[in-house]
T-cell receptor, first 113, second 115 residues
């Protein structure tokens, strides 16, 4: 089944404790992206990747890192999480570029205490 | 900067009536426009997109949207609403003419269809 998977689905952590949210797709998509969803703000793009080893900032990249060493994986790294990063995070992928239909993962709900 | 606005936080409509969810975008070059839907506790699902060509775009689940360049709008429509259409709807834009490849989403509109 074609899908985007994220792990973990739920995470509660404390300020400053490094964490990684994994994202994997099995559709051989070139484009992958991370978003955060906050009430009243919709989805905001954190980072995106056009292909392996090619990443770029979205609208809200501060406090996040990404890497794209393999085509299928696009982990999101929070080196020192803070409470304002409490949010619902979505990973998405598309065949090539943001002008194609994006397939979204199920989401990761992160709480930073 | 590219931006998109969804002026209504919530739209209420009776089942069987036509529905419209509004979206406007900022004027700056030629846009790619999208609609996505989010059901409770799920990720977003693609509904339809406008790239170029016919201004009326047909998508999944009987939805359609009309691109109106003069009004910079891309409203989502359906002739007859179903209770199962109740969900959160997002409009998104990306501009063709710039090097910026990021996709910008609106704040979302909650559609409530009453039986």
């Amino acid at each position: 089944e074609a899908q985007v998977t994220q792990n973990p689905r739920y995470l509660i952590t404390v300020t400053g404790k490094k964490l990684t949210v994994t994202c994997s797709q099995n559709m051989n998509h070139e484009y992958m992206s991370w978003y955060r969803q906050d009430p009243g703000l919709g989805l905001r793009q954190i980072y995106y990747s056009m292909n392996v080893e090619v990443t770029d900032k979205g609208d809200v990249p501060e406090g996040y890192k990404v890497s794209r060493k393999e085509k299928r994986n696009f982990p999101l790294i929070l080196e020192s999480p803070s409470p304002n990063q409490t949010s619902l995070y979505f990973c998405a992928s598309s065949l090539s570029g943001s002008y194609n239909e994006q397939f979204f993962g199920p989401g990761t709900r992160l709480t930073v205490l | 900067a590219q931006s998109v606005a969804q002026p209504e936080d919530q739209v209420n409509v009776a089942e069987g009536n036509p529905l419209t969810v509004k979206c406007t975008y900022s004027v700056s070059g030629n846009p790619y426009l999208f609609w996505y839907v989010q059901y409770p506790n799920r990720g977003l699902q693609f509904l339809l997109k406008y790239i170029t060509g016919d201004n009326l775009v047909k998508g999944s689940y009987g939805f359609e949207a009309e691109f109106n360049k003069s009004q910079t709008s891309f409203h989502l429509k359906k002739p007859s609403a179903l209770v199962s259409d109740s969900a959160l709807y997002f409009c998104a834009v990306r501009y063709m003419d710039t090097g910026r490849r990021a996709l910008t989403f609106g704040s979302g509109t909650r559609l409530q269809v009453q039986p």
